[in-house]
């Protein structure tokens, strides 16, 4: 039987992937999100992958430029099969672009799909852990940092410090060591802030998460776990994420 045929009858398809399919949009140079996302899922979801073309260095106008092609990357995610949720999967690119933007570009190719990014991640995990003053940390250069935390600012949380590495390439962030996140987190995070946020899918942040609160003594969202989390939430897997920070183990009753 032709691929086209178990389609059309939907034979054995339903055996993968059954509590979610979740197509993800990576940009061409990261080395690091479809391991990361992949690690966090529970089984029974799986994340499918195609590629959206960009260029290094990360400066604001390469990240518009990625725009072009996001329609096209998303279009080719398992075409003529079902999916439950759609990921663009970079933080930065939706910061120069814009959340609605992404958005539109992606549902022109797979209109009715629910679509998150790692800012309407991030918000909604701000949201549900009742964060309204936050302090952030990226691999970026001054210049990104400061577009994102404008970003959040028109969205009404508090940036009270932001941080980088200054990077300008995303296998460089990837290769950051992750004990270096976790010492960065702990010198960023300030006193009066209520969480603290990682940024960048091309960092190894998830790996650290459960370090890092515990250091620190609050709650960590980074860009991948909230993927991995907003997602779950809109093809509603019901159960508990053990082992990548609180954001998991906050039920929805405290929001």
């Known amino acids: 039987m032709t691929y086209s045929e178990l389609i ?41 992958t195609n590629r959206v073309f960009n260029a290094n260095p ?42 609605k933007k992404i958005e539109a570009l992606v549902r022109e190719s797979c ?19 009742q964060a309204k003053r936050i302090s952030i940390l990226t691999p970026y250069t001054e210049e990104v940092n400061l577009e994102m935390a404008t970003y959040f600012e028109n969205h009404d949380i508090e940036v009270i410090n932001i941080a980088g590495f200054g990077y300008e390439s995303d296998i460089d962030m990837t290769a950051i060591p992750p004990p270096d996140i976790a010492a960065a987190a702990a010198r960023v995070i300030a006193v ?45 897997y019901p159960h508990r994420i053990n082992g990548y920070g609180s954001l998991f183990r906050v039920p929805e009753k405290a929001i």
């Not at 939907?10 to 080395?31: E, K, M, Q, V, W």
């Not at 209109?111 to 852990?129: E, K, R, S």
């Open 58 to 99: 990360v400066t604001l106008q390469n990240l518009r430029n990625m725009a072009g092609d996001i329609s096209r990357a998303a279009g080719g995610i398992l075409p003529g099969v079902s999916l439950d949720a759609m990921i663009y999967g970079c933080t930065s690119g939706t910061v120069a672009n814009g959340a």
């Open 192 to 236: 009066d802030a209520d969480l603290l946020f990682i940024s960048c899918t091309a960092i190894r942040a998830s790996l650290v998460i459960e370090s890092i609160e515990q250091a620190i003594g609050k709650p960590v969202v980074t860009s991948n776990q909230a993927l991995v989390w907003h997602s779950l939430r809109l093809v509603g």
């Open 8 to 48: 059309k009858h939907n034979i054995s398809l339903d055996t993968i992937a059954p509590l979610g399919r979740i197509g993800l949009i990576a940009l061409a140079t990261d080395f690091n999100s479809e391991q990361d996302l992949r690690r966090m899922y529970p089984e029974g979801v799986e994340v499918f």
């Open 111 to 129: 209109p009715g799909i629910p679509v998150t990014n790692p800012v309407t991640a991030a918000l909604a995990a701000f949201a549900h852990l």
